[in-house]
């Protein structure tokens, strides 16, 4: 069974940066591409970044100029560093992986942005 963990998420002030990071029971590119969604209370999960097995990255419109995506293939491993953060990004983030129809989730982790 395909494990997503995340981790580094927490509380940040407005202004402030965080990394997430997501690390994959498997060998990464066993997969069409891993990335980050968000889910913010009341909303719909939107998609915050993605990167594909070939290391193309997109970008969600939301947060587009103030996130990167990165890969660390030893470590199966993807993350999101996110600046400029404001409260309107606070929400549980998601990494999901996909392998052809296959879509797998992780449990999410809090971000919290204060004023």
């Known amino acids: 069974q395909v494990q997503l963990v995340e981790s580094g998420g927490g509380s940040v002030q407005a202004g402030g940066s965080l990394r997430l990071s997501c690390a994959v029971s498997?060998?990464?590119?066993?997969?069409?591409?891993v990335g980050w969604y968000r889910q913010a209370p009341g909303k719909e999960r939107e998609l915050v970044a993605r990167?594909?097995?070939?290391?193309?990255?997109f970008y969600g419109d939301s947060l587009e100029g103030r996130i990167t995506i990165s890969r660390d293939n030893a470590q199966n491993s993807v993350y999101l560093h996110m600046n400029s953060l404001s409260p309107g990004d606070t929400a549980i983030y998601y990494c999901?992986?996909?392998?052809?129809?296959?879509?797998?989730w992780g449990q999410g982790t809090q971000v919290t942005v204060s004023s």
């Open positions: 498997e060998n990464i590119f066993n997969f069409n591409d």
């Open positions: 999901r992986a996909t392998i052809l129809s296959r879509i797998f």
């Open positions: 990167i594909n097995v070939g290391g193309r990255t």
